[in-house]
């Protein structure tokens, strides 16, 4: 098992939801978490005053992801802030949800940009700093949708799936070194992006759930810390955190 202590993490959309409870996990085992957002400023100073005031180590720093020049400054700052990087978690994401009929290109656009380009924006500088690292992580949060397919989400199932096969690839290229790569695909998460379905909807999609319920964030971010903390010989992989919603 690897001792976490004073590793270096960047979360991407690590202020609210999933993003949040990762960065909590991680700071909670001693790792420094640069926690990023975009919009959300109140919520990240808030959550690093939260990890501070439990004895860890948090710094937030703004950057559109999908925007490759702000990726890479969010690294630099990073590197510049502690020094090193042994742990990307790209996490940042959003849904703009319609049939394929309606969809407009922009709405296409963005929802790839924002969760699959951003990896590519993010990974590409973090990766001399990972390779330094004697244990590098790349954990890129997909979603079961990427497995699946979903009605009004050709976008987002697009870039979720695009992400499983990038981080299959990357996994490849960089298995004789210490990173490793894996996606993480929660099923249905109680977050703003699950509550923000109409509630009769939702009502339809735990009835469809195996364990007839959503998921916690919490339990994705121990997933996370899992591969962070025991996955040395765990690389190109999806770890399916769904509650049984595909198999
Ligand atoms: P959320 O909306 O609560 O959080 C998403 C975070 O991403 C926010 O902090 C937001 O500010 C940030 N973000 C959005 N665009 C950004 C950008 N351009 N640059 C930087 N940050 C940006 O959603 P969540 O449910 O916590 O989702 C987190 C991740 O998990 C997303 O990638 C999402 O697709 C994935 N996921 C969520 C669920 C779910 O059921 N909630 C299921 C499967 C996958």
């Excluded at 090193?84 to 790209?90: A, E, G, S, Y």
């Excluded at 394929?100 to 951003?118: A, G, Q, T």
Aim: proline share 2%; hydrophobic share 40%.
């Amino acid at each position: 098992m690897i001792n976490l202590n004073g590793k270096v993490a960047i979360v991407t959309g690590g202020a609210v939801g999933i993003g949040a409870a990762i960065s909590k996990e991680l700071a909670s085992n001693g790792v420094k978490v640069v926690l990023n957002y975009n919009s959300s400023s109140k919520a990240a100073e808030d959550l690093v005053a939260q990890i501070q005031a439990n004895g860890g180590e948090a710094y937030a720093v703004q950057a559109d992801v999908s925007v490759s020049e702000e990726a890479t400054k969010l690294v630099n700052a990073a590197v510049e802030k502690y020094g090193r990087l042994d742990i990307l978690v790209n996490n940042a994401g959003i849904t703009r949800d319609s049939s394929f009929k309606k969809l407009s290109e922009e709405n296409w656009r963005k929802v790839i940009d924002v969760n699959l380009n951003s990896s590519y924006n993010t990974i590409s500088p973090a990766l001399p700093h990972l390779s330094e690292s004697d244990a590098g992580r790349i954990i890129n949060i997909s979603s079961v949708i990427g497995q699946t397919g979903a009605f009004g989400q050709t976008n987002y199932s697009a870039a979720k799936a695009g992400l499983i096969g990038f981080t299959k690839s990357l996994a490849l290229e960089l298995a004789k070194t210490n990173v490793t790569v894996n996606a993480i695909c929660p099923g249905f998460i109680e977050t703003s992006m699950v509550l923000e379905i109409p509630e009769e909807i939702r009502g339809q999609i735990v009835a469809k759930i195996p364990q007839k319920r959503f998921g916690h964030p919490e339990e994705i971010a121990r997933g996370v810390l899992f591969l962070c903390k025991d996955g040395a010989y765990i690389t190109g992989q999806q770890l399916n955190i769904n509650g049984g919603l595909a198999m």
